[in-house]
């Protein structure tokens, strides 16, 4: 009954709130205005040449991935690494925050991996990220705090992040985790349970652990900077896909690349809503007017989820037909 609830609020709810979001941006604007700016004001070659540089970060994000994976399990293959991301970008667009799960249950079936390590690693990888986030926004505050400061404390409520640490279910949680930990390590040997949690710890341990164990980090950096650039520039060549955007710059493109990603921290499917509100909302501290705002965040947030919508459905058809044909020749192999 809770997991039919939980399904029930990820796939109708969360949409649902999205939606509305979508309609409060855009239930002043004139339907056909939109739709004559569509066909007449927006250069859809940029919007295909952000699209090969989202799909080049993506398979960027697949060899990042493998490196994680390797110090801990066998080294996956490529082809397979990349459908399972690709997969994983699927997913979130129907359940939110599914993606990563799912992802590593492609690749540990089709791999045999192991899941847990797998996760593990997973961890590894959005910590990263993580830390890339935090090093842009503290560049975008630094280079631009009188402009963008008080948008981003109003917006995100910043302020109120302290009363997170003041409160006692705060420190109640942690307390709880440390306890659950000492009851597993002291009494794991003495029930099966307990052994089972340990071990799983101890793999998901090993796979979060995985960035200290990277044989070539050098290599990882380049991939995790070739990622996040490629993010930058997916939005800003798109700023020349239309007039009124053409002049933006790169403080602007690193802008809304912050504030866009914030948006898709939101718990809806593709950040749908809260990455269009960010982005507009951005746009116009630029000067940019809400209309040609509302065009630009419609056109790429679109084109982006039409090719993880593109790719994501290649690639979870190809998976059991590439692997299959890999068992077949494993097989041909044996007898011969």
Known sequence: MKKSISKLVQFILFPAIGIFIIYQLYKDQN???????????????????SIILGLLSHVSRAMRWQMLIEPVEKKPGLVNTFCSVMTGYLANLVFPRMGEVSRCGVLSKYERLSFTRVVGTVVAERLTDLFMLILIMITVLTLQFDFLGGFLLKTLK?????????????????????????????YAKQYRALMFLKNLMVKFTEGVSSIR?????????????????????????????????????????????????LGMVAPVQGGIGAWHFMVIATLKLYGIPNADG????????????????????????????????KNEKKVLATDS
């Open 213 to 261: 164990k990277i044989k070539n980090k050098p290599l990882f950096i380049i991939h995790t900077l070739f990622i996040w650039t490629m993010y930058f520039l997916m939005i800003y060549v798109c700023f020349y896909s239309m007039p009124a955007t053409s002049s933006l710059g790169i403080n602007a493109g690193i802008t809304i690349l912050l504030t866009g990603s």
């Open 31 to 49: 339907a056909s205005e939109i739709a004559e700016a569509l066909r007449n004001d927006v250069d859809y070659r940029w919007i295909a040449f």
């Open 158 to 186: 910043l302020d109120s992040l302290g009363e997170i640490f003041l409160s006692p279910l705060f420190y109640g949680f942690i307390i709880l985790v440390g306890l659950s930990l000492f009851l597993i390590k002291r």
């Open 294 to 325: 509302g065009v630009f965040a419609l056109v790429v947030h679109a084109a982006q989820n039409l090719m993880i919508i593109g790719a994501g459905l290649l690639a979870f058809g190809a998976l059991p037909i590439i692997n299959g044909t």
